[in-house]
């Protein structure tokens, strides 16, 4: 936590406007009045108010900035050890007070946390992401609560995705992600393992991503493919007559070239690795509460005076209300927010006025909700064990579902044909008439192929440029931002869950610099788009 400290001081945020430049040095100051929130925030969470009778859980009555303080010297203790020891406890004493502890609905304990260090709004896999690789680093030092709406997760975004994981982009950090993620996913065994439980289990399949491209795509196509060797993918790229000898089963009319990832892209489990990551930061001590955020409570820094107004702008959250599935509110106050709920972001972001009024505070945060279909068809002489996911140069995508003939496909909408997203209702439609053509051109065999199943689910679709805005706010010094992936935030939790985890405890990316997916291009206009990447 003191790397973290002092990590910030050298964190200078520079945010541009089209008139000005302001310089935000932003956790130099954050830090001492983060603690002092604690103590003066400006509506008092009384037991009588927000923790009524009648609830299952209760009040913490431990001083806050005492707590804080002491996580402080707990946290230092657990780096550095003390008289040679270290902070770690013993595994069965840790076993043994962990059964100690009251259960309330949900496996939630008895005891409500009334505050914590880091708040984590959404419990998706990047939110959970982020509280696991919190947790695995700090140890005890931080007390970790994850905010989750839909505890049965049978909306989320994670669980209702193909599970798809590629090196296949043309911005070198996506690749980066991926290529951690998918790292991550072949250690997860012993990762995401808990005592006295089988080991998680994510079913990975390695049969690697196809991307086509026409005559007016494939020199897109073949710049990708330079700069996805120079980071370390393992990819190789094919004339049109070297995909027809490997794949008999492809038409190839209309394909200049393909190029096909050879190691470290595939699909998997999503369900499984969702849960895995959850109960594993469950296990390290992470808090999941069942509720929706829906409110959020801040403050003026007034000792952060800005160089345009002579007035100070940047505000300190301190405060979440949460609003529970009886309707019941009960309020978390916290150091550090990260706001990880995925489509739902800017519905987040306005909470707080992010969005409104003028200057950067005007400037929302560019995600929303846009609903995409899965369709899973039936075709017994389709591609076999060979076939990897393919992307048509149209975007219409297909990959095998295990070994009965099963196939899971789709397709992007265009910007002026976007669905409604008030349910998740299936557009059987669209399939007839954009998917299953696309892909029986592709593959004749799959002229003959039977709809078995549909479902439909949200992106967390960021508007500006697609890819995902990672970091901190330049207005809320305390909130981390890891949202808008667009489709790629299940291949890339794990990355983003460190990366964030960087940023807290050492101020700084330390395995991956993704500045470039900051905040502060959407400030200056400045979009990072993928290119000839769905």
Partial sequence: ??????????????????????????????????????????????????????????????????????????????????????????????????????????????????????????????????????????????????????????RASTVLSVGGIRQQFSVPENIQLSLYGMDFLRRSPELLAVEGMDPPDVQFNPSGYLTLASEAGVEQLRENFQIQIEMGAKVDFMSAQQLKRRFPWLNTDGVEAGVIGLENEGWFDP??????????????????????VTGLEYHSLDDMITEVTGESVLKNLNSA??????GGKRNIRFSICVVAAGAWSGEVGRLVGIGDGAGIIGVPIPVEPRKRYV?????????????????????????????????????????????????????????????WPTIANRVPSFEKLKLQSSWAGYY????????????LHPIFTNMFIATGFSGHGIQQAAGVGRAVMESILHGEYQSINLERFGFERVLTNEPLYEQNIV
Avoid at 127 to 143: D, F, P, Q
Avoid at 321 to 326: S, V, Y
Avoid at 460 to 471: E, K, M, P, R
């Fill in 1 to 154: 936590m003191f790397a973290f400290t002092r990590g910030a001081n050298r964190l200078v945020r520079e945010c541009r406007t089209r008139e000005k430049l302001f310089y935000l040095r932003s956790w130099r100051y954050v830090w001492p009045e983060t603690r002092k929130c604690l103590s003066t925030s400006g509506t008092k969470l009384s037991d009588s108010k927000d923790n009524p009778g009648d609830s299952p859980y209760r009040s913490h009555d431990d001083n806050p900035v005492r707590r804080t303080f002491n996580i402080l010297s707990d946290d230092l203790k657990g780096y550095f050890g003390v008289n040679g020891k270290s902070r770690i406890s013993d595994p069965e004493e840790s076993k043994n007070t962990e059964e100690k502890k009251p259960q309330g609905p949900n496996g939630a304990e008895k005891i409500w946390p009334s505050f914590c260090d880091v708040l984590v709004i959404g419990g998706g896999a990047v939110g959970s992401s982020v509280a696991y690789h919190i947790k695995e680093r700090a140890l005890k030092g931080l007390n970790v609560v994850v905010v989750e709406e839909d505890s049965t997760y049978k």
């Fill in 271 to 292: 369900w499984n690795f969702l849960f895995s990551l959850r109960r594993k930061a469950v296990s390290l001590g992470t808090e999941y509460v069942n509720g929706k």
């Fill in 321 to 326: 209300e949460i609003t529970l599935p009886d």
């Fill in 375 to 435: 369709y899973c068809v039936h075709a017994p002489d389709g591609p076999g064990l060979d076939s990897p996911l393919l992307i048509d140069p149209n975007g219409t995508y297909f990959r095998r579902e295990g070994l009965g003939g099963l196939y899971l496909c789709g397709q992007s909408p265009t910007e002026e044909h976007e669905p409604a997203i008030d349910n998740l209702d299936v557009d059987h439609e669209f399939f007839e008439s954009n998917v």
């Fill in 460 to 471: 967390d679709y960021n508007t500006f440029d697609q890819n995902g805005i990672i970091g």
